[in-house]
C-alpha cells in the first residue's frame, strides 16, 4: 500500500481504505461509467487493490430524471463538492465541451487530484498546458477514452509504440459520420434522418455539428500527432472539412471509379514537416478504411519497426467509452496503491511544423452542373489546363433535357492544392458552369 517519505525521513505506511472517485457528468457515458462502478465494484476493487467508491455526482440539473439510481446524496450541482472534496483522489471529467470542463480539469489537478476525462476538445486544445500543470502538482492526467473510445489508442501510443517513428495516421475517428456515409451508401437514406439515428444511439456530441463539420474528428487527431510526433498542435493547424456537402450521386459515381467515400482525419510527417487534415476522400474500395463501416472507427499507424498497424473498434457509445475510462482509473489507482506516482512526459520535438495545405499533393474528384451545349468541356479543360492540372478521366452524366444541363464528372491527375484552388475559383466564374456541385480529393 501507499507509502510516504516523512518530514524526518522515515517511511510512514499511508492507511487508506478505499480509492475514492468524483464523477463530473452523468450523460451518455457518466451514465455508463456509474453503472460499471456499481456492476463490476467487485472486479475492479480486485484490479485496483483498493475499493473504487464514488463520492460524489455532478450534474447540471439535480432533477432531471435518470436511467441510473444513485443516492440523491451523491448527486450535486455544486463542482467544489467534488473538486474540494478530501476523499476524492480521482476526478473523472465527462462533461464534454471546452468550458468549464478546462477549469474543473484545472482547479482538479491544483488540488492533488488525478485526472481520468474523455474529452477531446479540452485535450486537443489544452493538453500542453494541463500536462505541464499535472507535471507541477504531481499528479496524473489520462484520456484514453478521448480518441476510439474503447480502442486501445492512447496507451498504444504513449508506451507500445514509443520506440518507432511514425510516419502516417489514417484514421475514421468520428462514429457520427461514418455512421451516416455508411447508411447514405449502402442504404441510399438520406443526411438528416441517419444523424438523428446517430443522435437517438448516443453517438453523436452535445452539438452535432462538432461530428458533421470534422471538428470532433480534427480533435482527435490532434490528440494522436502530438503522441506520435511529439508536438503540441493545437486544432487550428488542422484543415478541416465536413461531411454536409455529400450528396446521394457523389457515392454512385465513386463507385463507379472504384472507390468508397470516407470522412478521414490524415497526418503524414515529410522530414520536418507534418500535414495535418480532416476531410471526406475518395478511397479505393480495396483499401482497409474503405471497409470500415458504421460507428466503427479505424486508425491505420504506419510505424518504421512494428510496420503498419490497424486499430479497429466501435468509436463511440457508453460502455465503449466506460472501457477506456475505467481502464485508465485502473491504472491510476493502482498507482495509488503501490505509492507510484506517474506524472506525464514532456519531451517536445522543436523542429516539426505544420505543413501547409497549399503544399499538398493528390488527385482530385470533380462534380460539375453545365449547360448542355458545344464547347463547354473545352473551356473546361482549358482552366484545368492552365493551371497544369491533367484530367484522367471525364464522364458527362444525367443530362436533364428540358433544362438542357448535365453533371459533368471529372477525375484528376495528381495535382498542387494550391492550382486546384485556383482552378476551382476559376471554374465557379465560367459562364459554361453553372455549378461546382463537389470537390473530393482522392487519398491512394
Ligand atoms: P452528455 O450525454 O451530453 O452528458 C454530459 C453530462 O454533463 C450531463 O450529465 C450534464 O448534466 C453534465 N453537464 C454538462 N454541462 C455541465 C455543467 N456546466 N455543469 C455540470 N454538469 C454539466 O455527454 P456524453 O456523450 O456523455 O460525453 C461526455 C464526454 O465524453 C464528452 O467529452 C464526449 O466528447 C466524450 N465521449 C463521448 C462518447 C460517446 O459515445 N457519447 C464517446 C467517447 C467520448 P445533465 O445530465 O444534468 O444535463
Ligand atoms: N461523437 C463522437 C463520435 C463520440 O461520433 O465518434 C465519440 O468520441
Request: aromatic share 6%; hydrophobic share 40%; no cysteine.
Amino acid at each position: 500500500m501507499g507509502s510516504k517519505q516523512g518530514s524526518g525521513g522515515k517511511v510512514t505506511q499511508q492507511v487508506k481504505k478505499a480509492i475514492g472517485i468524483g464523477l463530473l457528468g452523468l450523460g451518455t457515458v457518466g451514465t455508463g461509467v456509474a453503472e460499471v462502478l456499481a456492476t463490476k465494484a467487485d472486479g475492479l476493487a480486485e484490479q485496483a487493490g483498493l475499493p473504487l467508491v464514488l463520492r460524489k455526482v455532478l450534474v447540471r440539473d439535480v432533477n432531471k430524471r435518470r436511467s441510473i439510481k444513485l443516492a440523491p446524496s451523491l448527486v450535486t450541482d455544486r463542482p467544489d463538492e467534488i473538486l474540494a472534496h478530501p476523499e476524492v483522489d480521482i476526478v473523472i471529467e465527462l462533461v464534454g465541451g471546452e468550458y468549464p470542463a478546462t477549469e474543473y480539469i484545472k482547479q482538479a489537478l491544483a488540488s492533488g487530484k488525478h485526472i481520468v476525462t474523455a474529452n477531446k476538445e479540452v485535450m486537443a486544445k489544452h493538453g500542453y498546458e494541463l500536462f505541464s500543470l499535472a507535471k507541477r502538482h504531481n499528479t496524473d492526467i489520462r484520456y484514453e477514452a478521448s480518441v476510439g473510445s474503447g480502442i486501445p489508442l492512447i496507451s498504444a501510443f504513449q508506451q507500445d509504440l514509443a520506440a518507432n517513428s511514425i510516419s502516417a495516421i489514417h484514421a475514421i475517428v468520428n462514429g457520427t459520420t461514418n455512421y451516416i456515409l455508411t447508411q447514405m451508401a449502402q442504404e441510399g437514406l438520406d443526411f438528416a434522418s441517419t444523424l438523428k439515428q446517430a443522435q437517438k444511439l448516443g453517438y453523436a456530441e452535445a452539438d452535432p455539428a462538432n461530428d458533421i463539420e470534422g471538428i470532433d474528428a480534427a480533435y482527435k487527431l490532434v490528440i494522436l500527432s502530438n503522441l506520435a510526433f511529439r508536438t503540441k498542435f493545437t486544432p487550428q493547424d488542422v484543415y478541416r472539412e465536413g461531411i454536409s456537402n455529400i450528396a446521394a450521386r457523389d457515392f454512385s459515381y465513386a463507385r463507379e471509379f472504384g472507390y468508397a467515400i470516407k470522412l478521414l482525419a490524415i497526418a503524414k510527417r515529410d522530414r520536418d514537416t507534418v500535414e495535418m487534415r480532416v476531410h471526406p476522400v475518395f478511397i479505393p474500395q480495396d483499401f482497409q478504411l474503405a471497409k470500415v463501416d458504421g460507428v466503427y472507427n479505424a486508425v491505420e499507424v504506419e510505424t518504421d519497426l512494428a510496420g503498419k498497424l490497424v486499430f479497429y473498434g466501435e468509436g463511440a457509445g457508453a460502455l465503449r467509452a466506460s472501457s477506456a475510462v475505467l481502464a485508465d482509473v485502473l491504472a491510476i489507482a493502482r498507482n495509488i496503491y503501490r505509492g507510484v506516482n506517474n506524472v506525464p512526459e514532456l519531451r517536445l520535438n522543436e523542429t516539426v511544423s505544420v505543413k501547409p495545405m497549399s503544399d499538398l499533393k493528390t488527385r482530385y474528384y470533380l462534380r460539375l452542373n453545365a449547360p448542355d451545349r458545344p464547347g463547354v468541356l473545352a473551356q473546361i479543360s482549358k482552366v484545368l489546363g492552365d493551371n497544369s492540372i491533367s484530367i484522367s478521366s471525364v464522364i458527362q452524366k444525367e443530362i436533364n433535357l428540358p433544362a438542357q444541363t448535365a453533371i459533368i464528372v471529372i477525375m484528376t491527375y495528381p495535382a498542387r492544392e494550391k492550382a486546384m484552388q485556383k482552378a476551382l475559383s476559376q471554374l465557379k466564374q465560367l459562364p459554361e458552369v453553372n455549378e461546382v456541385s463537389n470537390f473530393i480529393r482522392v487519398e491512394e
